[in-house]
């Protein structure tokens, strides 16, 4: 697993699906993406992220919650690879259902085992992931709750990564390499 963090716009999206398609190997590349769509502007949104991806060669899966459903659905021969686009978005579509809250600890569990599912599948599997914790403010308990989960998922994602890369201002920064 290769994950990729940094902040709103920071280039990080553009770098992981490069970094994608640079890799060797891989037979088939899925690009997972995670965005709900609710209303007209993230509709808008995920128009825009689709013709930015065209002609790159990805089949797409449109999983904004249930990961393990993406899995089921990749074709399981030869080597495939799989970015998944973004986990800020796949932790707040499992966490506010259209049932209620869930527990940010449940969520961080599911999300976990079923990432550990992919990367087992998967070769490369690529993580985007945002870094949405450093302005500071004490926000309502349930978007508290939701950070508490982002940020659990990221460091236990971190932990079992081999290479983990923030992108500030567009440039990669190394801050785990491990090529074993």
């Known amino acids: 697993m290769i994950l990729v963090t ?8 553009a770098y992981a699906e490069a970094l994608l398609q640079e890799l060797e190997g891989a037979q088939i590349r899925y ?28 089949l797409t899966i449109e999983q904004p919650a249930d990961l393990e459903q993406a899995l089921g659905a990749m074709q399981q021969s030869g080597r495939i690879s799989a970015l998944l686009e973004c986990m800020s978005n796949l ?20 999300i976990l085992r079923q990432t550990a599912a992919l990367d087992a599948a998967l070769d490369p ?11 500071g403010a004490v926000y309502e308990p349930e978007t508290m709750e939701y950070l508490r989960a ?15 890369i923030e992108v500030v201002a567009g440039i990669p920064v190394m801050i785990k390499a491990s090529y074993s």
Not at 150 to 164: D, P, S
């Open 6 to 13: 940094g902040g709103s716009n920071s280039g990080k999206s």
């Open 31 to 58: 690009y997972i993406a995670t965005m709900q769509v609710w209303d007209e502007e993230s509709r808008i949104r995920v128009e825009k992220h689709r013709k930015i991806r065209e002609g790159k060669d990805f």
């Open 91 to 110: 932790t707040a579509n499992e966490m506010f259902r259209e049932t209620g809250i869930e527990p940010a600890d449940a969520v961080a569990e599911k």
């Open 125 to 135: 599997f690529i993580v985007v992931t945002n870094n949405v914790f450093e302005d």
């Open 150 to 164: 982002l940020g659990e998922i990221n460091r236990q994602l971190a932990m079992r990564a081999k290479r983990v």
